[in-house]
């Protein structure tokens, strides 16, 4: 039994599940347009360079839920993945997970992504964990903090790290599929990196290094 992970957005998803949230607020109206719309772009064309600030995208990224209630929250992130999400889910992803799941292997999804914005997004995957980045909670509303380190780069390492030794494993013929030069570490770090839908940097790297490659569109 291997553990496997996941990247969601771009890998799992044909498309940003961060990005797209902050054009569904401006969509219904939570947020300033012009003026979020501008940075969500701005932190998205970083994101794709490989020159992400990850703790200034995520005082932005989860301002949004420091601001409003829990419960509205909720019910916008519901409307969110039923009209942005699902239709995101790639052709073949499915079958990339029950294939590893055919074989007894477990299964993670692993994304920067904030856990409150994408946890249904496992269910619809039928994947039973989600690491990701933790937003904070006080009284139970949202403090625009994060708990923890961020999932991302060389944290996404350290937590995947953390969940094998919870499960009393190793990464150890552990498998990771990304799409993005950003998640180097963790690809560098397991024993079988996958190059899936890859950025033109990451196809350069996997063509070096002779891994995998391939689409699930």
């Excluded at 772009?41 to 600030?53: P, T, V």
């Excluded at 498998?175 to 190059?195: G, I, K, Q």
Aim: net charge negative; glycine share 6%; proline share 4%.
């Amino acid at each position: 039994m291997a553990l496997v992970f996941f990247d969601l957005d771009q890998t799992l998803l044909d498309g940003d599940s961060d990005y797209e949230w902050g054009l569904y607020l401006v969509s219904i109206g939570k947020v300033d347009s012009v003026v979020y719309e501008k940075e969500n772009e701005r932190f998205y064309r970083e994101y794709l360079a490989g020159k992400l600030d990850i703790h200034e995208y995520l005082r932005f990224a989860l301002r949004p839920l420091a601001n409003n209630p829990y419960a509205k929250l909720c019910q916008w992130r519901d409307h969110f993945i039923d009209t942005r999400i699902k239709p995101m889910i790639k052709a073949k992803a499915h079958d990339l997970i029950q294939q590893h799941r055919d074989s007894g292997d477990r299964l993670a999804i692993i994304t920067s992504t904030n856990r409150f914005i994408i946890e249904p997004a496992k269910d619809l995957l039928q994947i039973e964990t989600l690491i990701a980045t933790e937003p904070a909670r006080s009284h139970g509303e949202f403090t625009g903090e994060i708990e923890g380190q961020p999932c991302f780069g060389t944290g996404k390492v350290t937590l995947a790290e953390h969940w094998a030794e919870s499960t009393s494993q190793t990464l150890d013929g552990s498998y990771f599929y990304s799409d993005s030069r950003n998640d180097l570490p963790l690809l560098e770090r397991v024993d079988h990196p996958v190059a899936v839908d890859a950025d033109k940097e990451l196809t350069a790297h996997a063509i070096k290094k002779n891994w995998e490659r391939l689409s699930l569109k």
